[in-house]
């Protein structure tokens, strides 16, 4: 049972940092249909950033996580300016796809060549004893992923429901025309979703940075598993994209404990292809009806 545990705790430390990267999908499909695949490379940036903050220029860590954020925010607005917005100008209904796919893999040969092929160790800001949780051990970072994941989450839809300039982000949702029609610049609007989308990335390449090892490659895996979870949970629902973080985190750190490490990739895949067949929308996503 403490074994359980510990496999738990991982997985929903795990699965919060797929439940951030999804997010990230979600608040650009949100506002454009549209999706940014390059998420692991910003998440890979933003530890490797991090990473040269904290280790080679001294900077403490708590201090280096805003400076990730900020990097993020302009590395997504950069994406949106270069690779999307001129798909959308010509109504190209793929090009998005090929253009954030291309700057990912830009991105992640820079960061070879700036940073190396070779995997980095990231200095725990925290204690690196585990702590006792109901009979488990817990790493203190653990539970600092968890924690980090759930206020950035929360952070964000306070300022959707709250805020006028998130006001104007869920107009742009609810209907792009009719925003526009109100005065509302849509393209700004979707501009500030896709560098939040990377800023939600680059935080959660720092927050899991002490707990693996970072890389040029560490990006890839991540981005591809978030991109499932927004599937799993659907792209429309905040609270579904959370559950299906859990759900993948915690089945592949048991499938990998109690079966073999080179399985733990397949419940999850098993898992969305089951809601695909299911509910293609998501477990709690909601299918689209347009009038035509």
Wanted: net charge neutral; charged share 10%; aromatic share 10%.
């Amino acid at each position: 049972m403490e074994i359980l545990l510990q496999l738990v705790y991982s997985g929903i430390a795990l699965g919060m940092i797929y439940a951030v990267i999804a997010f990230g999908y979600q608040l650009t499909f949100a506002t454009s249909d549209t999706l940014n695949f390059g998420q692991g490379e910003a998440l890979m940036l933003g530890a490797l950033v991090g990473l040269t903050l904290v280790d080679t220029m001294g900077v403490n860590y708590w201090v280096a996580v805003p400076i990730v954020c900020l990097f993020g925010f302009v590395q997504g607005a950069f994406v949106e300016r270069v690779g999307v917005r001129p798909a959308i100008k010509i109504k190209s209904e793929f090009g998005w796809i090929m253009s954030t796919i291309a700057l990912g893999i830009i991105f992640k040969n820079v960061a070879e060549n700036i940073w190396g092929r070779d995997d980095l160790r990231f200095p725990s800001p925290l204690d690196e004893s585990p702590l006792k949780v109901l009979g488990a051990n817990v790493l203190p970072m653990e539970l600092l992923v968890i924690a980090g994941a759930i206020l950035l989450m929360l952070g964000v839809e306070f300022f959707n429901r709250k805020t006028i300039y998130g006001k104007a982000v869920v107009s742009t949702f609810n209907d792009r025309d009719a925003a526009k029609l109100m005065g509302i610049n849509t393209g700004l609007v979707i501009t500030f979703s896709y560098a939040l989308s990377s800023l939600t990335a680059a935080f959660a390449g720092i927050l899991i940075a002490p707990l693996t090892l970072t890389g040029a490659t560490m990006g890839s895996v991540l981005g591809l598993k978030a991109f499932a979870v927004a599937i799993i949970g659907g792209l429309t629902s905040g609270l579904g994209i959370v559950v299906g973080g859990i759900l993948l985190g915690i089945a592949e750190t048991t499938t990998g404990f109690y079966i073999s490490t080179g399985y733990k990739d397949v419940p999850g895949l098993v898992l969305l292809l089951l809601v695909l067949a299911v509910r293609p929308a998501g477990l709690f996503g909601k299918t689209a009806i347009k009038k035509v």
